[in-house]
């Protein structure tokens, strides 16, 4: 019987989730799903300066947002318990001392000034030294320092020669000169365990079978395998994920955009979206040529062999197609409620027609975002000239234009109803009363709404939206320019 699937998302709680680790949070679900496997929350807390209050919270609350459902974790509970590093830590130390009555790991007394030189913390670095100074220490000495009460940490005694190589699904064979692998710290003299530690006994207890994380870890992964044949542990699959850089090819930062899921949501980008357009950075489907998928369809057809190893682009415009592809598909009530907190403060004080709003943008933003942008007109036509009234293809000429006009806002000041239905059928009479197109009927009243050629939404709607009052207002404000 082939063995379960267990995966684990493994975050430091350090404020909002980065896209990064939302990505990693992503493909690590559906490692473990695609094949019916487990998919385990820990949370990465023994770097204690690190941590930032609440940080937790967020990360149930993001991947609870997303629909990332966690099997085992600190909130739920499971077999492999406490899923929280900081309950973890009598389980470090013995580990390590048996590796150290072993031979595999010494106590290293060297003072802390000396030690933060050659800082572990860093897991990309590799070519750095500690000099080894206590790596060879006599019996008397460590007995001496102890009996001294010395604080110590342990380090692991990485060999000297020879070569350590492994398997990445992402990235292939990866293989090091063990001369290049520095003696890491296990266990700090506070006692806590550092991650390169902490990293390998959780995952052997948590029975780990895919180790999905940044790419930043894969040139310290041989000094972890060292450490899990040491410990005679079956070493994992490995599933290193690629960089993920702006469209300038500079690591992703604030200076592209929003770098955290908390900051996109807050720009109006959808949960849907969101993931659609993640599981495409440093994945694709391989042949199938889709690219909306919900996350039930690529738990169908997520394969980490097709994960790539070339470092991924946030593309923001991609994003907000994706955004624009979701919003057409929400239930219009859903709708309503995202654009809402938007258009209200918008418009303010201003009375607007929410409903038609809604017709007109569901169809037509990316995100809630655009709206002031897209809706300035509505606040304020900004200065015109009788030059707009010109127009080609409707044959339309400011002289033309103020007939027209003031047809309209005769009509449109005796309209006891003033409905979509109503205003339709008014545009309709008077284009047949007076042989004018529709277009033609139609846009002398958008220009004098809105003071601009495009706009999104028809005449009428735009009527609708602003009201009876101020598109009379509007209205009469054009033909007074025009009749100048
Ligand atoms: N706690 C590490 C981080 O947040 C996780 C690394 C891992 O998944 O092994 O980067």
Redesign the pocket.
Known sequence: MKKIRRT?????P?GYMHVG?LR?ALY?WLIAKSKDGKFILRI?DTDQERIVEGAVQIIYDTLSACHLQHDEGPDIGGPYGPYVQSERLAMYKPYAERLVQEGKAYRCFCAKEDAEVFDEEE?DQVLFGYNRHCRNLSEEEIAKNLAEGKPYVIRQKMPLEGKTGFHDIVYGEIVVDNAELEDQILLKSDGFPT?NFA?VID?HEMGITH????S??LSSTPKYNLLYEALGFAIPEYVHLPLILGTDGRKLSKRHGATSFQDLVAEGYLVDAIINYMAFLGWSPGEDTREIFSLEELREIFDERRISKAPAVFDYEKLAWYNAHYIKEMLREDFENYLRPASDAFFGEQDYDFSVLCDILQSRIQTRAELPEMLAFFKETTAYTKDLFYNKKQKLDPELSALILSKVLEATKSLADFSKEALRAMFKALGEEYAWKTGQVMTPPRLALSGQNVTPGGTTEIMLILGKEESLTRMEKALELLNA
Do not use: I, L
Not at 211 to 214: A, E, I, L, S
């Open positions: 684990r998302f493994a975050p430091s350090t680790n990693s690590t990465e897991p991650y990293n995952d180790v999905v994380r940044g930043e870890y």
